[in-house]
T-cell receptor, first 110, second 114 residues
Framework: GESVGLHLPTLSVQEGDNSIINCAYS??????FIWYKQESGKGPQFIID?????DKRQGQRVTVLLNKTVKHLSLQIAATQPGDSAVYFC?????????FGQGTELSVKP | KAGVTQTPRYLIKTRGQQVTLSCSPI?????VSWYQQTPGQGLQFLFE???????NKGNFPGRFSGRQFSNSRSEMNVSTLELGDSALYLC?????????????FGPGTRLTVT
């Protein structure tokens, strides 16, 4: 069936450290993934995306890695800042329909 | 450019009533999708409208319906409200239909059913 899952519901890191948020998916035909950040009281905000023809994509302080062999993707945030505190979702875009994982709450300790 | 706007932001209804939520997409965007967010089920896709036609539908009962107007604004309606319909309803807009387009989310409408 359709599912996109996350390994951990919460993650606490020290300011300045790197954060890694993981996500697993079940559909081997999945080919487009997006990471979203949702702050309290706001809708999800696009962070970075990756298609299945890539293994890695980098943005500003963020990197997404895709391992199609084990159907796993991860979001790495470099030099985590207090403003990074939020819930992070991985999602698969399947023909315009987003299938979301459950989310990981990232807390950044000053 | 203004972002996606949703009205109202908060709503309290009673079981059995119906409710209509509104979404105005980003100017120039023609696709609007709706999602329900609850602590238990997370974010779930409701439906997508493009050019006034429903293009995609999630696994929700027929009490959930929507429509899109010629200016791309969209409404969703929930009839015969149940306690379990309490949720944050999010609207997302994109330039077009399909997986090539990034979706931009609004702040959501918080619906509480009592």
């Amino acid at each position: 069936g359709e599912s996109v899952g996350l390994h951990l519901p919460t993650l606490s890191v020290q300011e300045g450290d790197n954060s890694i948020i993981n996500c697993a998916y079940s559909n081997s035909a999945s080919d487009y993934f997006i990471w979203y950040k949702q702050e309290s009281g706001k809708g999800p905000q696009f962070i970075i995306d990756i298609r299945s023809n890539m293994d890695k994509r980098q943005g500003q302080r963020v990197t997404v890695l895709l391992n199609k062999t084990v159907k796993h993707l991860s979001l790495q945030i470099a030099a985590t800042q207090p403003g990074d505190s939020a819930v992070y979702f991985c999602a698969e875009n399947r023909g315009g329909k987003l299938i979301f994982g459950q989310g990981t709450e990232l807390s950044v300790k000053p | 450019k203004a972002g996606v706007t949703q009205t109202p932001r908060y709503l309290i209804k009673t079981r059995g009533q119906q409710v209509t939520l509104s979404c105005s997409p980003i100017s120039g965007h023609r696709s609007v999708s709706w999602y329900q967010q609850t602590p238990g089920q997370g974010l779930q896709f409701l439906f997508e409208y493009f050019s006034e036609t429903q293009r995609n539908k999630g696994n929700f009962p027929g009490r959930f319906s929507g429509r899109q107007f010629s200016n791309s604004r969209s409404e969703m309606n929930v009839s015969t409200l149940e306690l379990g319909d309490s949720a944050l309803y999010l609207c997302a807009s994109s330039l077009g239909h399909g997986s090539s387009y990034e979706q931009y989310f609004g702040p959501g409408t918080r619906l509480t059913v009592t």
